[in-house]
C-alpha cells in the first residue's frame, strides 16, 4: 500500500525558503488520477490546504500565498516537494503530505497522508 | 474561494452518544465533500468522500449526508478513539478550502 514520507529541516530563518520532500512509497508518482498535495496546521489553528501537483504536473497553488509556493515533483525518486520563499513566523507549522485521487469525476479526498514535520520559522 | 463553515465549533459528549457536526459551504458543491478525523500527534484520517462514502475501514457508526451546499457528519454510538477534531472540505473547486474543525471532547 502506499505509503508517504515528508521530510526536510525543522528550523528555518526568516526570509529563507522552506524546502520540504515527500516522498511515495508502495506505488508510483505517476498513477493516473492521483493528485499530490500538501497541508498544513499553525499552532492551534485548523488545517490548511496549500496546494497539489496531479499525476500529468499540472499545479494548483492557494491563493493565500500569493506567489511563494511552489509544489514540484520527480519521477525518477518518486517524491514530489514544497517550496515556499521567504517565509516569517507565520509560516511555522506542521505540514503534511497527502495523496488525493480523482476518477471518473468522483473525488476520492486524501486518502493517504504522511506522519507530518513540525517548521519553526526562527532566526 | 468557497468558504466552509463547520457548527459546532466545539462539542462535549459521551460514549454511545448519537453526534451530528455540520458543514456549509457559500456557495453549491454537488456531492464534493470530504469529511477528516483528527488527532493530535497523528495524520488527518479520511472518513467520508463525495458527501456520504465511507472510506474503506472507517467504521460503519461514521456516515455521510448532503448536498448542494448543507452536509451533516453523524457518529451514531460515540467510541472512545472517536474523540478527536473533525473537518470537512470541498473539493469542488481549488482551492480545495477546509472548514474551521469541530473538537469533540468527553463530558
Known amino acids: 500500500q502506499v505509503q508517504l514520507q515528508e521530510s526536510g529541516p525543522g528550523l528555518v530563518k526568516p526570509a529563507q525558503t522552506l524546502s520540504l520532500t515527500c516522498s511515495v512509497s508502495g506505488g508510483s508518482i505517476s498513477s493516473r488520477g492521483r493528485y499530490w498535495s500538501w497541508i498544513r496546521q499553525l499552532p492551534g489553528k485548523g488545517l490548511e490546504w496549500l496546494g497539489f501537483?496531479?499525476?500529468?504536473?499540472?499545479?494548483y497553488y492557494n491563493p493565500s500565498l500569493r506567489s511563494r509556493v511552489t509544489i514540484s515533483v520527480d519521477t525518477s525518486q518518486n517524491q514530489f516537494s514544497l517550496k515556499l520563499t521567504s517565509v516569517t513566523e507565520a509560516d511555522t507549522a506542521v505540514y503534511y503530505c497527502?495523496?488525493?485521487?480523482?476518477?471518473?469525476?468522483?473525488?476520492?479526498?486524501?486518502?493517504?497522508w504522511g506522519q507530518g514535520t513540525s517548521v519553526t520559522v526562527s532566526s | 474561494d468557497i468558504q466552509m463553515t463547520q457548527s459546532p465549533s466545539s462539542l462535549s459528549a459521551s460514549v454511545g452518544d448519537r453526534v451530528s457536526v455540520t458543514c456549509r459551504a457559500s456557495q453549491p458543491i454537488g456531492n464534493f465533500l470530504n469529511w477528516y478525523q483528527h488527532k493530535p500527534g497523528k495524520a488527518p484520517k479520511l472518513l467520508i468522500y463525495a458527501a456520504s462514502r465511507l472510506q474503506t475501514g472507517v467504521p460503519s457508526g461514521f456516515s455521510g449526508s448532503g448536498s448542494g451546499t448543507d452536509f451533516t457528519l453523524t457518529i451514531s454510538s460515540l467510541q472512545p478513539e472517536d474523540f478527536a477534531t473533525y473537518y470537512c472540505q470541498q473539493s469542488y473547486n481549488t482551492p480545495y478550502t477546509l472548514g474551521q474543525g469541530t473538537k469533540l471532547d468527553i463530558k
Open positions: 501537483i496531479s499525476y500529468g504536473g499540472t499545479t
Open positions: 497527502a495523496r488525493d485521487r480523482q476518477d471518473s469525476g468522483t473525488h476520492f479526498g486524501m486518502d493517504v
